[in-house]
């Protein structure tokens, strides 16, 4: 019987899973919107790769900003964070990577690697400049489908020189730029540009930028910021095919590794159920002290199974 390992990569926008078998390939995937409903979408992902009981899965790893969510829904032997599990996704593609580059819908970051090893790394969470919800915001605004970016951007023969290390600041320079008489095209590439010079200004500031350099996320997609990242750095950028799933793929890898260290090789996961278990989460503000941290209670069939988001020990 051939085993079969999960990993599945919770995001703000996109929620992502894979099956991999004992070589690491890909033997399924999905790929949809988290939709500000991160049960509703685990659930629907599992659904999608569930294959009709077509997969034996004896490991299961979870990553992404909703990774402990995932985690206690489908009984993770891994939970691992971004950073980790997009570097072992990665690296078990492309051995020889050295620079990570990801860009999301919400968040960014930077991975070093070196010999095999993350020696240093950066994110933004904070600031959404710079990321994939900017981009579309600003296509919104123009009246031009974000999916066209890229090859607009290409289009451009007399780029904007576009403000993007705030949104705010952004915007009034794009609607400055287009009643000045700036084409719609040179507008564009200013915004994929400003993107990239963003990134490099900010996130990648004192860090060594080494090929070869993989380019991941939603946003690698844009054909007008890829060229803006190889213009700015003076080198080929690599976009790979499976890039939006990395972080699935490394997650997978990571629960594969687990499993085989244990005596049985891992227990196999019932699909069945947990798309057939009741989740719910309920926020709070815990009143305790004068931290008043955002807390968020886990429940399955109505009993509580978790809380996350406190900084004080023993409250629960």
């Keep these: 019987m051939m085993k079969h390992y999960l990993g599945v990569d919770v995001g703000s926008i996109s929620t992502k899973g894979v099956i991999i078998d004992e070589s690491n390939n890909i033997a399924a995937e999905s790929y949809i919107w988290t939709e500000g409903d991160p049960i509703n979408a685990i659930k629907t992902l599992i659904g999608n790769l569930s294959g009709g009981g077509k997969y034996k ?14 985690g206690e829904m489908l009984g993770a032997g891994v939970i691992k964070n971004e950073i980790t599990a997009h570097a072992v996704g990665t690296l078990s593609v ?8 990801e860009i999301g819908g919400q968040d960014s970051k930077i991975i070093i690697i070196e010999d095999g090893i993350v020696a240093d790394y950066a994110m933004n969470t904070l600031c959404a400049a710079g990321t994939g919800s900017f981009l579309a915001s600003q296509a919104l605004r123009l009246g031009v489908a974000v999916e066209h ?7 451009a023969r007399n780029p904007a020189s576009i403000a993007a290390r705030c949104t705010v600041f ?51 997609r844009n054909a007008g ?56 989460t309920r926020g709070a503000e815990c009143r305790k002290c004068e931290n008043r941290c955002e807390l968020i209670f886990v429940y399955r069939d109505d009993k509580l199974i978790d809380t996350w988001g406190k900084i004080c020990e023993g409250v629960r």
């Design 57 to 70: 899965i004896f490991g299961v790893g979870t990553t992404g900003s909703a990774r402990k969510l995932a």
């Design 94 to 101: 492309h051995p020889d990577a050295a620079t990570i580059l």
């Design 149 to 155: 970016f890229g090859a607009l951007a290409l289009e």
């Design 170 to 220: 952004a915007e009034s320079d794009l609607v400055h730029k287009a009643q000045i008489g700036y084409k719609k095209e040179d507008i564009i590439a200013g915004l994929c540009a400003a993107v990239a010079n963003n990134f490099l200004n900010n996130l990648a500031k004192g860090k060594t930028i080494r090929p070869p350099v993989i380019f991941q996320g939603g946003v690698s």
């Design 225 to 280: 910021v890829v060229k803006a990242f190889e213009c700015a750095l003076g080198q080929k950028i690599i976009v790979d095919t499976n890039g939006h799933l990395m972080g699935a793929l490394g997650a997978a890898i990571l629960a594969k590794s687990a499993a085989n260290a244990l005596p049985d090789g891992g227990k196999t996961f019932d699909f069945a159920a947990a798309l057939n278990q009741k989740f719910e």
